[in-house]
Every structure is written in C-alpha cells, then in structure tokens.
C-alpha cells in the first residue's frame, strides 16, 4: 500500500530563513507522481507542483525549489527567503492506480506540515 | 471561472440526522472525489467518480453515499450523522482519471455533528 509521511508536524521560523520540509513516500509501483499542495490559513487547496516517478530532475519556481530522490523515496520541499505569506500547512500527495479500479487513482496524503514565518 | 463550488461552508447536525453536501465544477472534469480532512491525518479519500454514472469506494467510505447523475455534480450524502464524522470535507475533480492529474479542489465544508 502507498504511505506519505511528513514527519515534521510543526516548523516556526523568522521571515528571511530558508526551510525545507521533509516528504518520505513508499510505494510498489514504478510509475507514480508525488504533489506538494499548500493550505493557508483561510483553508483552499492550492496545488504547488507534480513531479513522475521518472524525471528526477530538480525543479525550481521562483523562491520554491523541490528535490526528488528516488534512492532515499524523498520528495523535499523548500522555500527560500521565507515570508509570512508562506506561512500555511503542506502537504505531500503520492497517485497511483487503484489496483482494484484500474485507471483511477488514489490521491495519498501525508498529515501534513505546519509552516509559521515569523515576522 | 468558478471551478469546484462546494456548499454549504458550514454546517451543525445532529446525530442521527441526514444531510448532502454539495459539490459542482464547471471544468468538464471526467473525475471527482469526496476527501475529508482530520487533524493530524491529511486528507482521506471516502468516495470517487470517474465518470457519470460511475462511483466507487475509497479509503472511508463508510457512512456516505454518492451519485454521479451528470458530469457536474458529485453530490455526498450523510445517512445517519455520527460525531465521527465531524470533519472538514473537500471536493475535487481533474480533467483526466489519470494517475498524473492534478486535483482542484474546493473550498470546503466544515461539518460539525454533536
């Protein structure tokens, strides 16, 4: 079964530090995409970035960089030059097929990671 | 563009009692899905349509019905409301039942069973 784990719960820092935030996924398949998606305090889901389990490339967007490591199943997140509009709760999605259903999928959330910019 | 609508944003039950959230998006998107969202836990999938007429079962599914009458509207029932089922719940849909397709999501329901 597909697992997402985001092991920090909670991470404070002041405005100006760069963080990152730590995804660590399983999975039996070998065709797989993993999502960030952001949630600020008024609670939409906004979707930040899909990377497939075959383009380990990094990629970066403007102060936000993400680091897919297929070796250590990682998939980390950071935000350089924080700012308190970054303040919001990631989380970390795996998709697969449902083996059940074949095409459809199953978006796997992790719990989650609190992110408190300081000012 | 409205994209998923979800409504109400706030709803108090009774337990015991039934109610339907309301889900619609104007994307023409073949998939949509009922995902609730509990502290600590991230966002479990409870229903999913790949299609109209098509539903199926996720991870939570217990407790919810759903149908999928027209490619816009993903209704989720509430049988017989139980505290457990307080929660946040989002609805999102994607053009492609692909594993790759990104979701978009609605806003949200915060339901409250006492």
């Known amino acids: 079964a597909q697992k997402v784990t985001q092991a920090q719960t909670e991470i404070s820092v002041v405005e100006k530090e760069d963080v990152t935030l730590d995804c660590v996924y399983e999975?039996?398949?070998?065709?797989?995409?993993l999502f960030w998606y952001k949630q600020p305090p008024s609670g939409e889901l906004v979707f930040l970035i899909r990377r497939n389990s075959f383009d380990e490339q990094n990629e970066i967007s403007g102060r936000y960089s993400w680091n897919f490591q297929k070796s250590t199943s990682s998939f980390n997140f950071t935000i350089t030059a924080s700012q308190v509009v970054d303040s919001a709760v990631y989380f970390c999605?795996?998709?697969?097929?449902?083996?059940?259903?074949?095409?459809?999928?199953?978006?796997?959330f992790g719990s989650g990671t609190q992110l408190t910019v300081l000012p | 563009n409205a994209g998923v609508t979800q409504t109400p944003k706030f709803q108090v039950l009774k337990t015991g009692q039934s109610m339907t959230l309301q889900c619609a998006q104007d994307?023409?998107?073949?998939?949509m899905s009922w995902y609730r969202q509990d502290p600590g836990m991230g966002l479990r999938l409870i229903h999913y349509s790949v299609g109209a007429g098509i539903t199926d079962q996720g991870e939570v599914p217990n407790g919810y019905n759903v149908s999928r009458s027209t490619t816009e509207d993903f209704p989720l029932r509430l049988l017989s409301a139980a505290p457990s089922q307080t929660s946040v719940y989002f609805c999102?849909?994607?053009?492609?039942?692909?594993?790759?397709?990104?979701?978009?999501f609605g806003n949200g329901t915060r339901l409250t069973v006492t």
């Open positions: 994307m023409n998107h073949e998939y």
């Open positions: 999605a795996l998709s697969e097929a449902l083996i059940s259903s074949g095409s459809a999928r199953q978006l796997t």
């Open positions: 999975t039996r398949d070998t065709t797989y995409y």
């Open positions: 999102a849909s994607s053009s492609s039942t692909g594993v790759g397709s990104p979701l978009h």
